[in-house]
C-alpha cells in the first residue's frame, strides 16, 4: 500500500509537469480567459509558498531533534564509528558532486537562466488574485539551533519525559508532511511550470534539467564503486562482487523509494557478502537512517544547477558548509517521499538563499529521482557494513 502510494506521487508530479507545460503553451492564445487560468495557478503559488514558509522550521524541529536525540541514546563504539564512517561517506559524495557539477555546469547549464526565465515570466504573466501571509514562528537557522539543543538534551539527560513530546511531536509533522504538503505540492509544481511555459521560457530549463539528471546517476554508480573499493580493501574482498550481491537490494530501493522499507533486502544482501550477522543486523537499519550518500549527491547537484541558473556563486566555500550541514539535517529524514529535500528545505532557504519558488522546484526535482537516491543510499549501507566488520575483526584478532 505504502509503494503504492509513493508510485502515484511520482505520477502526479510527472503530469502535473506536463499539463503545466501543455497549459502554458495554449493558454497565450486564449486571450483574457487564459489569463484568469494562469493567474489562478499563480494565486495559489504563492499561498502554498507562504505555507511552505510557515512549515519550515517547524519541520527542522520535527525531524531533527529527535533523530539526534536517538543518534546519541545509543552506547559503544562501534555506533560511534559507524556513525562517522556514514558521516563521511556522505560529506565526500556531496564534495564529488560539487567538483563534478563545477566541472561541467558551465557547459551544461546557462548561467542565469532561470533569472531571465523568470523576468520574462513576470513581464508576461499576471501576478496572483490575493495572497494570505504566514509569517513563520521563527527564523530557519533558530530553528536549527533548537532542534540541535533539544536533541543533544535528550541524549545527555537520558529523560523520557521530553522525548516523548517531541515523538508525539516529530508523529505531527510526519503527518503534516505526508498527508498535506507532498499531496499539495502537485498543483505547486503545476503553477511553476505552467508560468514558465507561458512565458516561453521552460524548454531551456527541462533541457538543462534533463543533463542533470544524467549526470546525477552517473555520480551515483561512481561514488557505489568507491564506497565498494574502499570497504573491499578492508575485507580483502572484490569490490564488484560485492556490488553484484547487493543489486537485489538496488532494485528492490527502485521500487519502494524506502530505505526503512528496503532494510530486510539490504540486511540478506550483506550478510551473502560475508559480513557477520550481528555486524549486518546493527549497520544495516542504522545506516537506513543517518547515510545518506545518494541523497546528498541529488540535492547538491540540483541546487547547485538551480544557483546557476539564477547566477549565484557555487565557490567552495559556500557550497561546502552546506554539504556538511546536509549530512547532519537528513538525519532521520521520515519515510515519505521526499522526506530528505523535506528536511533540508531550511538549509536551502538560509545557507543558499532559495526562495519558495526554487524550494519548490528542488522538491519536485528531487522526488522525480527519489528511487535512484535512495537506491544510491542502500547500497552504500552494505559497503559501510563490510568496512566495519572487517575493522572490528582485525581489532579482535589483534586484542587476542
Not at 542533470?212 to 562482487?241: C, D, E, R
Not at 537485489?248 to 532494510?263: E, K, N, V
Amino acid at each position: 500500500m505504502k509503494e503504492k502510494k509513493k508510485m502515484s506521487l511520482l505520477l502526479k508530479l510527472v503530469i502535473a509537469i506536463v499539463l503545466g507545460i501543455v497549459v502554458g503553451f495554449v493558454t497565450p492564445g486564449m486571450g483574457a480567459f487564459g489569463e484568469v487560468i494562469i493567474r489562478i495557478g499563480a494565486t495559489y503559488n504563492s499561498i502554498f509558498g507562504n505555507f511552505l514558509n510557515f512549515v519550515i522550521p517547524l519541520i527542522i524541529i520535527g525531524f531533527v531533534a529527535p533523530g539526534i536525540a536517538d543518534l546519541g541514546a545509543g552506547a559503544g563504539k562501534t555506533l560511534a564509528a559507524t556513525t562517522g564512517v556514514a558521516y563521511g561517506s556522505t560529506i565526500i559524495s556531496g564534495t564529488l558532486a560539487f567538483v563534478v557539477a563545477s566541472l561541467l555546469y558551465p557547459h551544461m547549464v546557462h548561467a542565469g537562466m532561470f533569472m531571465e526565465n523568470a523576468a520574462n515570466a513576470e513581464e508576461t504573466v499576471l501576478s496572483g488574485y490575493f495572497t494570505i501571509e504566514m509569517p513563520a514562528i521563527m527564523g530557519v537557522m533558530t530553528a536549527l539551533l533548537m532542534a540541535f539543543i533539544l536533541g543533544l538534551g535528550m541524549a545527555v539527560i537520558k529523560g523520557n519525559t521530553m522525548k516523548t513530546v517531541m515523538n508525539e511531536f516529530a508523529e505531527i509533522i510526519d503527518k503534516l508532511v505526508s498527508n498535506i504538503v507532498i499531496p499539495l505540492l502537485p498543483f505547486h509544481v503545476y503553477g511553476i511550470f505552467a508560468k514558465l511555459a507561458y512565458a516561453g521560457t521552460i524548454v531551456e530549463i527541462m533541457g538543462s534539467f534533463i543533463k542533470v539528471f544524467a549526470m546525477i546517476l552517473v555520480l551515483h554508480w561512481v561514488i557505489i564503486v568507491f564506497q565498494y573499493t574502499v570497504a573491499g580493501s578492508a575485507a580483502k574482498k572484490n569490490p564488484f562482487a560485492l556490488i553484484k550481491n547487493m543489486l537485489p537490494a538496488y532494485t528492490t530501493a527502485i521500487g519502494t523509494q524506502s530505505s526503512a522499507a528496503t532494510i530486510p533486502v539490504t540486511t540478506q544482501c550483506t550478510k551473502n557478502n560475508g559480513v557477520s550477522d550481528g555486524m549486518a543486523e546493527f549497520v544495516c537499519p542504522l545506516c537506513a537512517t543517518i547515510h545518506l550518500s545518494g541523497s546528498t549527491i541529488t540535492l547538491t547537484s540540483c541546487a547547485m544547477a538551480v544557483m546557476v541558473m539564477t547566477n549565484q556563486s557555487i565557490g567552495f566555500g559556500k557550497m561546502f558548509p552546506f554539504i556538511l550541514m546536509l549530512g547532519v539535517t537528513m538525519v532521520a529524514a521520515p519515510g515519505v517521499p521526499g522526506g530528505a529535500v523535506m528536511a533540508a528545505l531550511g538549509i536551502l532557504q538560509s545557507m543558499l538563499g532559495f526562495d519558495e519558488t526554487m524550494c519548490g522546484l528542488m522538491i519536485a526535482l528531487y522526488i522525480a529521482q527519489d528511487s535512484f537516491g535512495t537506491a544510491c543510499n542502500v547500497t552504500g549501507d552494505g559497503a559501510i557494513a563490510v568496512f566495519m566488520d572487517a575493522i572490528t575483526g582485525k581489532k579482535k584478532a589483534a586484542a587476542k
